[in-house]
């Protein structure tokens, strides 16, 4: 029993719990079908996929409707495909590569793969076929599981550069009868549901060591080519045991902080690809014994969220912010709703901030609960308890927005390295502006000799590069040597990072080392806190700070078409048509030269954009302008708008020449 007067930092090293276990991941969902047998375990939709295992493993939905398997349904699932698996061929150790966007078949192919001994491997949907080319070479994978013909396709004009014994489709296939070597999901379902044998499958589980790989995963890739980061069952397993115990149900805990456990729901639509949905969206709720959704995509959270009502979900500051526009857009549809909103907001940010908000301000945000906050969190289901933030950073505006609406956003931190969760702020004290404090038995420290003192922390603590060890930490980078060596010493795993570790143990994240800008005037620029404090700003869609050696920082900047559309009507002011004339047009520039002057004043006087370009395209995953986890690639963005970058800086480096 946890003492009443203990601390939830000592309390959560002292919480025990038939979940937290050092195991494979494997018995790990045994264990969890066995102790949640009755309970909901996944939910999906019915007019998204032509599924193969519908009606023949699990009933179809009906369009437009979510259903439900139970554990029990979902471990008999698992474990036929399994022994469909190994009677492919898998063996304890071979290596097989998952290739589909995220939803249900997703999960139960990875705990089949696992269960069966596979090191399971990772492509994102998106990828190209050079893409897919490399991501299944370079592990040397057996076999794929793709999602559907189209990403099928993509692999075979590549295989005769791969050693692919077999290739499995999660959709219905038409066209492929002569090949032995293709399936569908149904078939491989089927043969291991008449090959399975409870003793072979109970061996198969026990036959991976704790420190085997499970999984390899690649980085995002934003600085050169993907590195797989070798993760085993202890390191994902530690980290599920590491975050549970943050954010599972404590018995210190009060009834109205939120955790995670057998009655939350999650909803699922981050890439199952990536390491922070495979923890946070996937591993941890299983274990939990917790219900996950799987939503049609980013763009439809709105109505995904209105329909299955969840209590969290994992997600990225982009979409976030996407989210937090369509609210906006849908709230200020009149002039007066325009008012009546940003009063609201106004009202939410202030209370947040508050130390003590005294009964003016507990009746006004009554009020704005009641005209807006309680709108915006029925229009998520009206059960949010908990939502996560990760693979970038936040704007601790919005976030404080968030906070204040009453829809708590717990901002952390981690890397594909750390499987993922480094931190994460603990939802009994969460502190806006930070990524909370290490998770249980993660160490921290820094390398201060990256940095000069006071370039980039306004706050007390230590700066420098995070070094993070831990039971979580990767043991290095498939058959990369040299860069595990780089990133790997003692123990320690240099994240790259550039981090203030605060006297409260919570942790402000500043900026990735190699993107800090060194202006010629020798001061240290971080982009991201930059770009982040256009988050809320209505007019401006996206931002990249640029200016590496240059005198100034510039900008290029993305603006909001359609609140842009808005604000003209309600002056008078007729728009051309096209997005490139609206980033020429005067109207629009005074109204972004407004938002950039705003940004500013949060901004010492070398951090603030002396100049920026307007640009015409949004950066997506779609352009390759962004990762699939939606962090901006910009080496890619500079590259594709290098007129625009060039032009900020010409004047300068004419003035320059004239004064050599």
Same mark, same amino acid.
């Given at each position: ?13 002292? $919480? ?19 102790r ?28 437009g ?33 998952i290739?589909?966007?995220?939803r ?27 893409k897919? #080319?490399y ?58 549901d ?15 060591d ?22 085993t ?28 456990d ?13 390491? $922070? ?5 996937? $591993? ?9 959704a ?32 369509a ?11 325009e ?67 009453g ?7 981690g890397?594909t ?43 007390e ?19 990369k ?27 402000? $994240?500043?900026?990735?080392?190699? #993107? ?14 930059i ?10 869609? #996206? ?10 920082v ?30 020429d ?33 949004e ?35 004419l003035e320059?020449?004239?004064t050599?």
């Amino acid at each position: 029993m946890v003492r009443e007067t203990m601390g939830w930092k000592d309390a959560e090293r002292e $919480f025990e719990s038939d979940v937290l276990a050092t195991e494979t991941l494997g018995r790990m969902f045994e264990k969890t079908v066995i102790r949640n047998a009755d309970a909901v375990a996944q939910q999906y939709q019915g007019h998204v996929y032509d599924r193969s295992l519908a009606d023949v493993a699990f009933p179809a939905a009906s369009d437009g409707k979510y259903a439900s398997l139970t554990y029990a349904k979902m471990g008999a699932v698992v474990r036929a495909l399994a022994a469909g698996f190994r009677e492919l061929g898998v063996e304890t150790g071979n290596r097989v590569g998952i290739f589909a966007q995220t939803r249900l078949e997703w999960a139960q192919t990875d705990f089949a793969l696992l269960s069966a001994g596979a090191v399971v491997t990772t492509v994102y949907k998106g990828s190209s076929p050079e893409k897919v #080319q490399y991501l299944l070479d370079d592990p040397g994978a057996d076999g794929v599981v793709v999602e559907n013909e189209e990403l099928l396709e993509r692999v075979l004009e590549v295989e005769d550069d791969l050693d692919l014994e077999f290739l499995v489709s999660m959709d219905e296939l038409e066209g492929y009868d002569d090949r032995d070597d293709v399936y569908t999901l149904a078939d491989v379902y089927g043969i291991g549901d008449e090959a399975f044998e409870s003793d072979a499958y109970q061996r198969w589980l026990d036959e991976p060591d704790v420190d085997d790989l499970a999984s390899i995963i690649y980085t995002s890739g934003t600085t050169g080519q993907p590195k797989g980061v070798k993760l085993t069952h202890r390191n994902f397993r530690a980290n599920v045991n590491q975050v549970y115990r943050r954010v599972g149900p404590r018995p210190d805990k009060d009834e109205e902080t939120a955790s995670i456990d057998g009655d939350s729901k999650m909803v699922s639509y981050l890439p199952l690809a990536h390491v $922070f949905e495979r923890t946070a969206g996937h $591993f941890l709720p299983f274990a939990a014994g917790a219900t996950v959704a799987y939503a049609e995509s980013s763009e439809t959270l709105k109505e995904d969220f209105g329909t299955v009502q969840p209590t969290g979900a994992t997600s990225v500051p982009r979409v976030y912010e996407k989210i937090y526009d369509a609210i906006r857009e849908q709230a200020t549809e009149s002039a007066v709703k325009e008012r009546i909103f940003n009063w609201a907001t106004a009202v939410g940010r202030k209370y947040q901030r508050a130390d003590d908000p005294g009964p003016i301000l507990e009746a006004e945000l009554s009020i704005a609960d009641k005209l807006v906050f309680s709108q915006v969190k029925e229009a998520l289901g009206g059960n949010i308890e908990l939502l996560v933030s990760g693979g970038g950073t936040l704007s601790s505006d919005l976030c404080t927005l968030y906070h204040g609406m009453g829809l708590p956003i717990y901002e952390g931190y981690g890397l594909t390295e750390t499987a993922p969760v480094v931190t994460t702020n603990p939802p009994e004290e969460p502190k806006i502006g930070t990524v909370g404090p290490p998770v249980v038995d993660c160490e921290v420290t820094v390398d201060d000799s990256v940095v000069p003192d006071g370039e980039t922390a306004n706050t007390e603590g230590e700066t420098g590069e995070l070094l993070v060890k831990g039971p979580n930490v990767a043991e290095g980078y498939w058959e990369k040597p040299e860069a595990t060596d780089r990133a790997f010493e003692d123990g320690w795993f240099r994240t790259g990072d550039i981090v203030t570790i605060r006297p409260d143990d919570y942790i402000e $994240f500043h900026e990735r080392r190699k #993107q800090l800008l060194v202006l010629s005037t020798g001061k240290n620029v971080a982009p991201a806190p930059i770009e982040d404090a256009f988050a809320a700003r209505e007019l401006v869609e #996206q931002c990249l700070v640029v200016g590496d050696g240059e005198k100034f920082v510039g900008a290029l900047i993305v603006p909001n078409v359609d609140a842009l559309r808005r604000r003209a009507e309600d002056e008078g002011i007729d728009l051309p048509d096209s997005a490139q004339e609206i980033c020429d047009h005067a109207w629009v520039r005074e109204r972004v030269d407004s938002e950039v002057e705003a940004v500013n004043e949060r901004f010492e006087s070398h951090e603030t954009i002396k100049e920026y370009r307007l640009i015409p395209i949004e950066f997506t995953d779609e352009n390759d302008l962004l990762t699939p986890t939606m962090k901006k690639k910009r080496r890619a963005i500079l590259d594709e708008f290098e007129a625009e970058l060039e032009s900020i800086y010409a004047e300068n480096q004419l003035e320059q020449t004239r004064t050599a």
